[in-house]
């Protein structure tokens, strides 16, 4: 099964196909059609390229291709499993390009994926704060802030809450460029 699912990965489906046919020959509780079992293998491994294509393409900017990579995904094979680190990639690239109303789903979920994630209530508390949401993102920040160990980040994300305390915005184009560059 290990070889067969390999061999669809490599593109090879008809002698995956047959590995499965001999796993079954093997094994009789396998209660399977090999052909169909190929393509769920193949549906699987798109996706997970899709994902990674969409990890990718969102730090360049391509934001709206990246969520359609995601969806594309999920189509694809509904059982794919998005972890938190790729829902939290596509919430911190959406919000750094200004589409934080639009990955906002993807935040949520990266935090109910991990609600101990310092790194993914950051993220959040970046679209938060971009779409306006000032309580929340600096309930997010003070969550990072309380866990990091990094001095430099540490002392980035006070700064942004002691700015949206005060009512400023602290993500200006400039900010926002920085933070892309890093």
């Known amino acids: 099964m290990i070889q067969g699912e390999k061999l669809v990965r490599n593109n090879n489906t008809d002698d995956a ?13 396998l209660k ?10 193949a549906d699987k491994g798109k996706a997970e390229d899709l994902i990674a294509d969409g990890k990718t393409i969102v730090k360049q900017g391509q934001v709206k291709q990246a ?18 680190d790729d829902w939290n990639s596509l919430c911190w690239g959406g ?26 209530h950051s993220s959040r508390g970046l679209a938060r704060a971009l779409t306006g ?6 309930k997010d920040f003070e969550v990072y802030i309380a866990q990091t160990e990094d001095k430099k980040l540490k002392s980035q994300r006070q700064d942004w ?18 933070l892309r560059e890093q």
């Open 133 to 138: 949401d000032t309580k929340g993102a600096i």
């Open 161 to 178: 809450v002691k700015a949206l305390q005060a009512g400023k915005n602290p993500f200006t184009e400039g900010a926002l460029r920085k």
């Open 17 to 29: 196909v047959k590995n499965f046919r001999t796993a079954q020959g093997w094994d009789t509780s």
């Open 67 to 84: 969520l359609q990579d995601y969806t594309d995904a999920h189509k694809l094979d509904p059982q794919v499993e998005i972890s938190a």
């Open 32 to 41: 399977f059609d090999p052909q169909v079992k190929a393509q769920e293998f």
């Open 95 to 120: 919000s750094l390009y200004k589409q934080a109303a639009d990955v906002m789903f993807a935040c949520d979920k990266a935090v109910a994926l991990a609600p101990d994630d310092g790194d993914v």
